[in-house]
C-alpha cells in the first residue's frame, strides 16, 4: 500500500493509491492516519495500485511528527570515507518537524547556508507505540518506508561537537514522496539509494549495507524515548557527501538535487540560496 499527503485547498488531506490514481482519506495527513487506531484498515479498503499522478502537489508523507530522530554514520561505506571505525551504537541526533518540506519543494537556504550537502536517505515512519521495544515487536511497529534529503549546512554542522544548528535549518529536509508498508517493501534485502546533482550521479548506495537497520534503531530509540505513531526516523546516509570529496563539494544556487530510493520514488529538489546584496 502506498499513502501520500496531498495539498489540496489550502490543506492537507492523507490519500491512498487507487486504481491508478488516489484516494482521500478522512485524515489531514499521514500521520494523522497512523494515529488513527482504524486509519490503515481504512486505507486498505481504499487501496489498489496506482502511479502518482503527474503534478501532484505532495506535502512531507508526515507533516508533523511528534518526533524526528536521525542516524550519522550508518553505512559502512560511508564511515570508512569519512575515515571513522564501525561504531558500537548508533550515533543520534534530532530535527524538528518544521525542518521537513515536500518531495518536489524549492529548499531556499540564507547565504551564512552557501556549504549546504546532500544526504539521502531511507526514512522509517513509526505505525505503533514503542517503549522500550525489542527488535521484533520495533519490526512489528513500522508503518512504512520513505525517502528523504537531510540536506546538511556543514559549516553550522562543526561549530561545536553537537550537529543541530546544521541539521535543522527550517525546511529542509525533502521527505515522500510516499510512504510504502513493508508487506510491498523490505530495506534488508536491499534497495538501491541514489542521489544526483544536476543529473550527475553523487551517492549510490544499498539499504542491506545499513549497520543499524530500521528495528534496530526504533528498538534502540524506545530505549530512552517514547516512539509514537507518525514519528519518523531517518537512518543515514550511504557514501558520496559533498564534504567527503577533495576538495570538498556544496550545493549552488539554482542547482536540483534528486534523490531515488527503489520502490519508493523520487524527491526533486531545486535549491535556492538567498545572498544579502549589499547596500
Same mark, same amino acid.
Given at each position: 500500500?502506498?499513502?501520500?499527503?496531498?495539498?489540496?485547498?489550502?490543506?492537507?488531506?492523507?490519500?491512498?493509491? &487507487?486504481?491508478?490514481?488516489?484516494?482521500?482519506?478522512?485524515?489531514?495527513? +499521514?500521520?494523522?492516519?497512523?494515529?488513527? #487506531?482504524?486509519?490503515?484498515?481504512?486505507?486498505?479498503?481504499?487501496?489498489?495500485?496506482?502511479?502518482?499522478?503527474? @503534478?501532484?502537489?505532495?506535502?512531507?508523507?508526515?507533516?508533523?511528527?511528534?518526533?524526528?530522530?536521525?542516524?550519522?554514520?550508518?553505512?559502512?561505506?560511508?564511515?570508512?570515507?569519512?575515515?571513522?571505525?564501525?561504531?558500537?551504537? %548508533?550515533?543520534?541526533?534530532?530535527?524538528?518537524?518544521?525542518?521537513?518540506? @515536500?518531495?518536489?519543494? *524549492?529548499?531556499?537556504? %540564507?547565504?551564512?547556508?552557501?556549504?549546504?550537502?546532500?544526504?539521502?536517505?531511507? #526514512? $522509517?515512519?513509526?505505525? #505503533?507505540?514503542?517503549?522500550?521495544?525489542?527488535?521484533?515487536?520495533?519490526?512489528? &511497529?513500522?508503518?512504512?518506508? *520513505?525517502?528523504?534529503?537531510d540536506l546538511s549546512v556543514r559549516s553550522w554542522q562543526r561549530h561545536t561537537g553537537q550537529w543541530l544548528p546544521g541539521k535543522a535549518f527550517d525546511a529542509t529536509t525533502p521527505l515522500g514522496p510516499v510512504l510504502v508498508t513493508p508487506d510491498e517493501l523490505d530495506p534488508a534485502a536491499g534497495l538501491a539509494l541514489t542521489c544526483r546533482v544536476n543529473g550527475e550521479r553523487v551517492q549510490s548506495g544499498d539499504t542491506a549495507d545499513l549497520v543499524f537497520d530500521a528495528p534496530a534503531l526504533l528498538a534502540y530509540i524506545s530505549a530512552f524515548t517514547r516512539l509514537s505513531p507518525?514519528?519518523?526516523?531517518?537512518? @543515514?546516509?550511504?557514501?558520496?557527501? @559533498?564534504?567527503?570529496?577533495?576538495? %570538498?563539494?556544496?550545493?549552488?544556487?539554482?542547482? $536540483? $538535487?534528486?534523490?531515488?530510493?527503489?520502490? +519508493?520514488?523520487?524527491?526533486? *529538489?531545486?535549491?535556492?540560496?538567498?545572498?544579502?546584496?549589499?547596500?
Amino acid at each position: 500500500m502506498r499513502l501520500a499527503t496531498l495539498r489540496t485547498g489550502g490543506t492537507t488531506v492523507a490519500a491512498v493509491a &487507487a486504481g491508478g490514481s488516489w484516494a482521500p482519506l478522512p485524515h489531514r495527513d +499521514v500521520g494523522a492516519l497512523l494515529r488513527d #487506531a482504524d486509519g490503515l484498515a481504512t486505507a486498505r479498503a481504499s487501496a489498489g495500485p496506482g502511479p502518482l499522478p503527474a @503534478g501532484a502537489d505532495l506535502a512531507p508523507v508526515v507533516p508533523h511528527p511528534a518526533k524526528v530522530v536521525c542516524c550519522g554514520h550508518n553505512y559502512a561505506g560511508h564511515i570508512r570515507e569519512m575515515g571513522r571505525e564501525l561504531p558500537a551504537h %548508533p550515533t543520534l541526533f534530532t530535527k524538528f518537524a518544521d525542518t521537513l518540506t @515536500g518531495p518536489a519543494d *524549492t529548499v531556499t537556504v %540564507p547565504g551564512l547556508a552557501a556549504d549546504l550537502d546532500w544526504e539521502a536517505e531511507l #526514512a $522509517v515512519v513509526v505505525g #505503533a507505540p514503542l517503549h522500550r521495544a525489542t527488535r521484533d515487536g520495533a519490526a512489528a &511497529a513500522i508503518a512504512g518506508y *520513505t525517502a528523504a534529503n537531510d540536506l546538511s549546512v556543514r559549516s553550522w554542522q562543526r561549530h561545536t561537537g553537537q550537529w543541530l544548528p546544521g541539521k535543522a535549518f527550517d525546511a529542509t529536509t525533502p521527505l515522500g514522496p510516499v510512504l510504502v508498508t513493508p508487506d510491498e517493501l523490505d530495506p534488508a534485502a536491499g534497495l538501491a539509494l541514489t542521489c544526483r546533482v544536476n543529473g550527475e550521479r553523487v551517492q549510490s548506495g544499498d539499504t542491506a549495507d545499513l549497520v543499524f537497520d530500521a528495528p534496530a534503531l526504533l528498538a534502540y530509540i524506545s530505549a530512552f524515548t517514547r516512539l509514537s505513531p507518525g514519528d519518523v526516523v531517518l537512518t @543515514g546516509t550511504p557514501a558520496g557527501v @559533498g564534504a567527503a570529496t577533495s576538495p %570538498p563539494r556544496f550545493l549552488a544556487d539554482g542547482d $536540483v $538535487v534528486e534523490v531515488s530510493l527503489q520502490g +519508493v520514488g523520487v524527491l526533486t *529538489t531545486p535549491i535556492r540560496i538567498e545572498f544579502e546584496e549589499c547596500a
